[in-house]
């Protein structure tokens, strides 16, 4: 099992940053793939950026060169530092783990609020 808590969302204007925070607990293993993902009002669920234990990194298109995904697996925490913010940017957004070594399980944190606007 893996428990993950997000933290750091928020009301920011348009160009502002914000760093969100997932705390991870639980079985969790340096090998875990960790992302963030996030669903805006009326729309589905999307990958943000995710990362593998190898340190491999993927961003979708819409936030690469704004968003930057990492982790310190000594805290057992990946963070998500968003620049540049727009107002397309709002959702929540959650924190997922896959947990490789207990047969690819996925977890998901409770979510995070992020609302970009003046």
């Known amino acids: 099992q893996v428990q993950l808590v997000e933290s750091g969302g ?8 914000l760093r969100l925070s997932c705390a991870a607990s639980g079985s969790i293993f340096s090998s875990n ?32 060169g704004r968003f ?10 990946v ?3 968003m620049n540049n913010l727009k107002a397309e940017d709002t959702a929540v957004y959650y924190c997922n783990a896959i947990d490789w070594i ?3 399980m996925s977890y998901w944190g409770k979510g995070t609020l992020v609302t970009v606007s003046s």
Request: charged content about 20%; glycine content about 20%.
């Open 102 to 104: 207990g047969g690819g």
């Open 33 to 64: 793939t960790m992302g963030w993902y996030r669903q805006a009002p009326g729309k589905e669920r999307e990958l943000v950026a995710r990362i593998n234990g190898r340190g491999n990194i993927n961003y979708a298109d819409s936030v690469k």
């Open 79 to 81: 963070y998500l530092q």
């Open 10 to 17: 928020g009301l920011v204007q348009p160009g502002g940053s």
């Open 68 to 77: 930057t995904i990492s982790r310190d697996n000594g805290k057992n925490t």
